[in-house]
């Protein structure tokens, strides 16, 4: 069974502030992991995605994560963050066409 | 232009009626998605289908049905709807294993 856990529920961060969002997962075989945004009241959109090659992959507005097979993780990266990006941010994994989603972290940026 | 259409957006339905929540998706994507979003849950896997008629049961199936006979339609049906099927629910598409989800706005169902 893969798992994929997030461990902050709620972060918060002053616009221009770095953040790094925490992703880990649980299994046994190779697995594609991916980061997902949700504004509010909207569908979640496409970040970023990594299946092999080069340990960080580089997404959408500036955010970058990286996969660290030593520690199970996937964390993601924003070096300067700005107000709109204020949304509840998932990681997802999967080795064939189903996915697993964490339970969400929900990023606040404060002016 | 890459769209994920669900219909409708918000449906209240009393407990015991049939419920159907209809998704399509303009990409000709093959695999389509059904997923229920929950406070503190988020995103559970209901359906998954792989191409016309030919569907398969994701984590939380129960309760759930689905059909499929069209590339670019994908329909979840929830017949005798209960009150703990009151949830948000999302469809999805892509083009096979491992590619990119493209999501629907949702449908917020309240079963009364």
């Known amino acids: 069974t893969q798992t994929v856990s997030q461990s902050d529920a709620h972060v918060t961060v002053f616009e221009g502030d770095s953040v790094e969002l925490r992703c880990n997962y649980s299994y046994g075989g190779s697995i594609y992991l991916s980061w997902y945004i949700q504004h509010h009241g909207r569908g979640l959109q496409f970040l970023l995605k990594?299946?092999?090659?080069?340990?960080v992959v580089q997404g959408v507005n500036g955010f970058e994560a990286e996969f660290s097979k030593s520690d199970s993780s996937f964390h993601l990266r924003k070096a300067s963050v700005h107000w709109s990006d204020s949304a509840v941010y998932f990681c997802?994994?999967?080795?064939?066409?189903?996915?697993?989603f964490g339970k969400g972290t929900k990023l606040s940026v404060k002016s | 232009d890459m769209k994920v259409t669900q219909m409708p957006r918000y449906l209240i339905k009393r407990m015991g009626e049939n419920v159907l929540l209809e998704c399509g998706q303009d990409m000709s994507h093959e695999t389509m998605y059904w997923y229920r979003q929950d406070p503190g849950l988020g995103l559970q896997l209901i359906y998954i289908s792989y191409d016309v008629d030919s569907n398969s049961e994701g984590d939380i199936p129960k309760g759930y049905r689905v059909s499929r006979k069209k590339r670019e339609h994908f329909s979840l049906i929830l017949d005798s709807a209960k009150t703990n099927q009151t949830s948000v629910y999302f469809c999805?598409?892509?083009?096979?294993?491992?590619?990119?989800?493209?999501f629907g706005s949702g449908t917020r169902l309240t079963v009364l």
């Open positions: 999805a598409s892509s083009r096979g294993q491992a590619e990119t989800l493209y």
């Open positions: 990594y299946y092999s090659g080069n340990p």
């Open positions: 997802a994994g999967g080795s064939n066409a189903k996915l697993t």
